[in-house]
């Protein structure tokens, strides 16, 4: 980046909102190329011996479910009820990964915030960026 915008001018004190407008823009910029590359990054989760996979972008959304064929009964609804608890932990496990992979990408433009919420706010943000 630019110089410290609060550094002084001349020796006369104050600040430059040039360079402060520079900072700003390329953090925009840093952050908007982050969120893109999040929203291209594919994560998986897995239960059961890979009898449920999840696939969930690195903003979290639910991409797909692939279940391998015999895993459950479709007669039986105890079984179906089983299925619905194992989508479930897959997902869990594939939004873990992709709330990492933000905190991991955006933590550091946000000054440390990722993973622990906003500084100064009670209970943080709960860990995650607004994904």
């Not at 059961?48 to 479709?74: C, E, H, R, W, Y």
């Not at 709330?99 to 000054?111: E, I, N, R, T, V």
């Not at 915030?113 to 607004?130: D, E, F, K, R, V």
């Amino acid at each position: 980046m630019t110089q410290n915008p609060f550094e002084a001018l001349g020796g006369a004190g104050g600040f430059d909102m040039n360079a402060l407008l520079e900072q700003a823009q390329a953090m925009q910029a840093t952050i908007e190329s982050a969120q893109k590359q999040l929203a291209e990054t594919v994560v998986e989760g897995s239960v059961a011996g890979g009898a449920v996979t999840v696939k969930v972008s690195g903003v979290g959304d639910l991409l797909g479910v692939d279940i391998t064929p015999g895993t459950v009964d479709g007669a039986d609804a105890e079984s179906l009820a089983d299925l619905s608890d194992l989508v479930v932990a897959a997902y869990r496990e594939a939004k873990a990964q992709a709330d990492q992979a933000a905190s991991d990408a955006l933590g550091p433009l946000a000054g440390g915030a990722g993973g622990g919420g906003m500084p100064g706010m009670p209970g943080g943000a709960g860990g995650q960026l607004g994904f």
